[in-house]
């Protein structure tokens, strides 16, 4: 297999690349014609590789790519799942090379060189692997399982569709395992296995203060202004020590044992090249918490944007009517996204003075997430890393919401394995995504070996 | 003079409406052509009026119009001062018609009709009214001080070159008093004067965090997130009760007497009326203080705008590289603008917090103001509008600032009387601006009142 992996590795890079340039934005419904051509990409792509019954399915939103190859019923079956759409690229401007025109520069952690553009990581990137992986093993006939194939296009906003499509294809999905490639390693020499997932709630926010934009002069200090108090309200949603102050929110937290948490802070991690990455002085987070126990183990709560009143060039003396904001809690298990939503909306308009008026209004949400170490699809990853990289990989927590995984254990019954190859330096939703040439033939080269061993295991 | 004014009025209103066409928006370049060209529509008007030495003067920035008509050397000599740049009239899409297409539309307040446009009232309406008023004076042989225009163009952006103007131009500005009109009364049956005006320290602050945008998954609870720490910054600078919690910021205050608390009070001023017109359930301001109080005798703190993140359509999960606020306070006497400004950026970079970076830029800022309301000047603007409304007015202190104010007692030692006709629910710096018809026509009748009192009283 690896000689044919070299033979094609020019091929494998070129359509990566065709793929790339496709700008298919799901948040963005300008985008909406070219979401829909990176489906039928990837149809052709996965029927030349030799996928049966590939169908682009119509959901309610953009469909969801299927595809499969039944070579003996009695084999296990596993379930690919990625996706095609990719973030917004907006700043523009902040990109040094253009988001949809892949370029491969060479970096200092890439020293082989990294395919610069949005979604090179994610997922594209990722999820071609697995379509690459396909051809490879069979042309080399190779192929050790059954394989279906989910590949959806509304990941980045939510999958709003996703579950009506499992539910209504719970027999064409019928799998024993579901493999993700969608997260990180810890470095290209420290394999690592994200066996943690954090869930996701998410908000908008809107303070209301007088019915239309006043004078600050003729108003200001009588009438509240809607962006102090929503500053207000934030600033309060955590206490001096980090700590989420609404109400409950931590009642369903599983807190780690000791030696959970000797685990969790033995995988390598240094902070100095963490702060120097970033370019900042110092981390900040809840106390009594390391930085992987931080995203990896305990909740948190981000604003994701923050608006209200003249943002334009210059000057203006305006007590705003309104002020808005984007927040984002992301949970850990056994938080329930639901719950949470719940708690946060009720304790918000809780806070809000007699002299505003708040409105909350629910995002797409997800659960958390856990695989146990100890599972056979755990351990047939474990070893193909071990093969390829040399390396027994580490079970890590990933800060990042994948939601839809909780939702493939509620529907179809099976358990996901996120065996991603990405790195957490590849600018995942922020300019100047990329993502390594020896991070995409490795995970091509790494996926047959987990059907191999995950075949042995059954 | 009244006959004068009736015969005229529908050419009085079209002339205004003609200024009013012409988008004069200083804060934005893109105007820049209309700017100019409303500096030579008032030098037509001053020169049709029958003003002398009318020139468009330059500066730096836009030019200020000047015009004088000396009667007699021996006479005192009012100096008009006006402005006619405009706010921008941001967000378009909330005026109910467009703001540089007049109309007259019937209100409550307004029963008589108002004159619906960005700068009706702030300030070419209350401009123009001297400019008429000076025809009228001419045409009827009834100008009883000598008079001496100077109408800027850059008041809504700071009046950066004004300064310059006044102090080259010393001789040319000598006066006795500075006649002003950009500011309101009570109510169109209760009249008033400005005796105070609030001064101005205005900045930019930006908080910069990690390097890049962020992963709020990946990141998100490890490394101090510039929207939050920026709200926990905003939050702090205002105590439980409102009060301003930067050091030494009240030093200066001249804090009221009694009676002086008193006086202000029994100002005619309707709670349940001005909390229902803003549509809002409850004011909210520094503890201890009524409303008329928290805008004309103590400093305030507003942020009038704020914005980091991502703040598009849909949702985006981003920990923003950074997030910046405009921020401005309102000075009463005796704090002083560049003081303030300094004590404001110390005390802002000493909050934030070892995970951020922070950077503090002042914007155009004004000293506060007071006219003792025993000045022949104030007396004389006193009967001026007891003759024309049928009461004597009552003095108040205003919200706003008008810097330059200041600036003329301190270059050419000649103190202003802000003798305005405007009403606070005109929404000045707002959608739907708006200038009542009898308030244009009723500044007519008083100015010459006031040149005829003033004169009197010399």
Redesign the interface.
């Known amino acids: 297999m690896k000689a044919y992996i070299e033979a094609n590795k020019e091929r494998f890079l070129s359509e990566l690349f065709d793929l790339l340039r496709i700008p298919s934005v799901s948040?963005?419904?300008k985008f909406k014609g070219d979401v829909l051509r990176t489906a039928e990409f990837i149809k052709e792509k996965l029927v030349a590789a030799g996928a049966d019954k590939v169908e682009v399915c119509e959901t309610a939103g953009y469909p969801i790519v299927y595809g499969e190859k039944i070579i003996d019923p009695t084999l296990p079956t596993v379930l690919v799942y990625g996706h095609y759409d990719v973030?917004?690229a907006?700043p523009y401007e902040?990109w040094d090379s253009p988001p949809f025109e892949p370029v491969i520069k060479k970096t200092e952690i890439h020293p082989d060189g990294a395919i610069f553009a949005r979604g090179s990581c994610d997922d594209k990137g990722q999820m071609y692997m697995h379509v690459k992986a396909f051809e490879t093993m069979m042309a080399t006939n190779s192929l050790s399982c059954n394989v279906k194939f989910m590949i959806e296009g509304e990941e980045e906003?939510?999958s709003a569709n996703l579950g009506t499509f499992v539910k209504e294809n719970k027999e064409r999905l019928k799998s024993d395992v579901i493999l993700i490639s969608d997260t990180?390693i810890i470095a290209n020499d420290v394999p690592s296995i994200d066996v943690g997932l954090?869930g996701?709630s998410?908000l908008?926010v809107e303070v209301v203060?007088?019915?239309?934009?006043?004078?600050?002069?003729?108003?200001?200090?009588?009438?509240?202004?809607p962006?102090?108090v929503?500053?207000?309200m934030?600033?309060?949603l955590?206490d001096e020590n980090g700590h989420i102050t609404i109400p409950n929110f931590y009642d369903d937290v599983v807190v780690l044992s000791e030696q959970e948490r000797n685990d969790l802070n033995a995988a390598p991690f240094d902070l100095e090249a963490y702060k120097k990455d970033?370019?900042?002085?110092?981390?900040?987070?809840?106390a009594g918490y390391s930085?992987l126990e931080?995203?990896g183990s305990?909740?948190?709560?981000?604003?994701?944007?923050?608006?209200?009143?003249?943002?334009?060039?210059?000057?203006?003396?305006?007590?705003?009517s309104k002020?808005?904001?984007?927040i984002?809690m992301?949970l850990v298990p056994n938080q329930q996204t639901d719950k949470i939503t719940a708690l946060f909306t009720k304790h918000f308009e809780s806070i809000a003075?007699?002299?505003?008026?708040v409105k909350v209004t629910p995002?797409?949400g997800g659960e958390p997430y856990l695989m146990p170490p100890t599972s056979s699809a755990y351990l047939a990853a474990s070893a193909a890393m071990e093969e390829s990289f040399g390396k027994k990989p580490i079970p890590t927590r990933?800060?990042?919401?994948i939601p839809i995984v909780a939702l493939f254990e509620r529907e179809l019954g099976v358990k996901s394995i996120l065996m991603g190859f990405g790195l957490?330096s590849d600018?995942?939703?922020?300019?100047?995504e990329h993502y390594g040439l020896f991070n995409y033939y490795k995970g091509i080269e790494t996926i047959p070996l987990f059907f191999k061993h995950f075949a042995a295991s059954k």
Do not use: F
């Open positions: 948040a963005d419904s973030q917004p907006d902040l906003v939510g990180s954090r996701l998410y908008e203060g007088p019915n239309r934009d006043l004078h600050s002069g003729v108003y200001g200090g009588a009438v509240a202004n962006i102090n929503l500053a207000q934030i600033a309060s955590h970033l370019n900042i002085n110092d981390v900040r987070g809840e930085t931080r995203t305990r909740p948190t709560l981000d604003c994701n944007g923050i608006w209200g009143g003249y943002i334009g060039e210059g000057s203006k003396t305006v007590l705003p002020a808005n904001a984007k984002s992301r003075p007699k002299s505003v008026k995002h797409h990933g800060g990042g919401s957490d600018a995942l939703h922020s300019p100047n």
